[in-house]
């Protein structure tokens, strides 16, 4: 199975902040890579496909960069909607392996 | 407007049985591959199960195998879970969640759509 590691596990950063989010699989999975935002008793939303595509509707304050092992979510500008837990997930096999996830609070 | 609505969570005592559903509309519901993802109270996400578009193929976590099924109905735009021999470590929110393609083969393959989820608790 590949394994997802994302860092930091948390972070905390004030609105306005620009904030960086790392995720590293275990080996080489090409730009098979996902990021989602969850907030608190809901459903994840799938922000960045594709390691750097950004999903419909979705604020271009959000970016994703990276590929082979190696990628990096960007918030550019952070919004008080922001604070959030965001994940990665891997698809270049099954299992589709998530990161353990980031958790984003407020400073 | 794509829906899904996942059902049937509860509590359920340790060896026991479940069968979650969740019904889609506002898509073609054959012509995606559908998962289960699943999350134990205050903890990350895990990908446990998922099924091609025709059901052809299915694909599962090490976590569940043997234990777990995935199927659906096409003629019914329904998902199903089918959960046996529970542990306590299966307790968590259920979602499921809608695929971009017809497959989970390799490519840029992501979870556009996600239910509310439905809770399951196995305890005694």
């Known amino acids: 199975d590949i394994q997802m590691t994302q860092s930091p596990s948390s972070l905390s950063a004030s609105v306005g902040d620009r904030v960086t989010i790392t995720c590293r699989a275990s080996q080489s999975i090409s730009n098979f890579l996902n990021w989602y935002q969850q907030k608190p008793g809901k459903a994840p939303k799938l922000l960045i496909y594709?390691?750097?595509s950004l999903q419909s509707g979705v604020p271009s304050r959000f970016s994703g960069s990276g590929s082979r092992a190696d990628f990096t979510l960007t918030i550019n500008s952070l919004q008080p909607e922001d604070f959030a837990t965001y994940y990665c997930?891997?698809?270049?096999?099954?299992?589709?392996?998530f990161g353990q996830g980031t958790k984003v609070e407020i400073k | 407007e794509v829906q899904l609505v996942e059902s049937g969570g509860g509590l359920v005592q340790p060896g026991g049985s479940l069968r979650l559903s969740c019904t889609a509309s506002g898509f073609t519901f054959r012509s995606y591959a559908m998962s289960w993802v699943r999350q134990a109270p205050g903890k990350g996400l895990e990908w446990v199960l998922g099924?091609?578009?025709?059901?052809?193929?299915?694909y599962n976590a090490d976590s569940v195998k043997g234990r777990f099924i995935i199927s659906r109905d096409n003629s019914k735009d329904t998902l199903y879970l089918q959960m046996d021999s529970l542990r306590a470590e299966d307790t968590a929110i259920y979602y499921c969640?809608?695929?971009?393609?017809?497959?989970?083969?390799?490519?840029?393959?992501?979870?556009?759509?996600w239910g509310q989820g439905t809770p399951v608790t196995v305890s005694s």
């Open positions: 997930q891997q698809s270049y096999s099954t299992p589709r392996t």
């Open positions: 969640a809608k695929d971009n393609g017809p497959t989970m083969v390799r490519g840029i393959a992501y979870f556009d759509f």
């Open positions: 099924i091609s578009g025709t059901g052809g193929n299915t």
């Open positions: 594709g390691a750097s």
